[in-house]
């Protein structure tokens, strides 16, 4: 199975700043038809999780601009520009290039 | 607008079987590229995604839980089940539907999530 690091497990953020969370993949993420299917999701509390991003670097709909996916092959970086009080929660990195399907373990962003 | 909301037992005894229902609006499970996935998360902990179900009728399931997974659909009430046999404490989660569509293969909306206990 692929398995999805996460880095940092946790972080602390005071409002405005960026926060970054990185996802390396233990396989390259890129597959046959040449699209890479890396997706981030945000988890907030006593919610279920929201997708953010699909194919590293595409925002769904209604997703603010401050989010933005990046990176190729095994290495993948979620950044969050000036960070509000809306975004806290936890982030996952999911795959859905080879079966099965797995998700990062997870990073929490708190806000200091 | 799509929507999703999970329904299930609440509660069953070990060694049973789990029967879970999505009921969708917003898409149909008939239509080229639409897909159904189902993810847990066991309280506190991460996310695991257990299987999807596609509009051809293609299933995949996560080989963790072996064959005790089953997915199915019901086009024409705009349903999609999950049964998960002989279940034991590890299986209490909250299961999530989710639409999922061919051509990006992500989660791009989810349900509610229903919390399933196991216990005797």
Sequence with gaps: ?112 | QVTLKESGPGILQPSHTLSLTCSFSGFSLSTYGMGVSWIRQPSGKGLEWLASIWWNGNTYNNPSLKSRLTVSKDTSNNQAFLKVTSVDTADTATYYCAHTRLTTVALDYWGQGVMVTVSS
Excluded: M
């Design chain 1, 1 to 112: 199975d692929v398995v999805l690091t996460q880095t940092p497990v946790s972080l602390s953020v005071t409002l405005g700043d960026q926060a970054s969370i990185s996802c390396r993949s233990s396989q390259s993420l890129e597959y046959s038809d040449g699209y890479t299917y890396l997706e981030w999701y945000l988890q907030k509390p006593g919610q279920s999780p929201q997708l953010l991003i699909y194919e590293v670097s595409n925002r769904f709909s209604g997703v603010p601009d401050r989010f933005i996916g990046s990176g190729s092959g095994t290495d993948f970086t979620l950044k969050i520009s000036r960070v509000e009080p809306e975004d806290l929660g936890v982030y996952y990195c999911f795959q859905a290039t080879h079966d099965p399907l797995t998700f990062g373990s997870g990073t929490k962003l708190e806000i200091k």
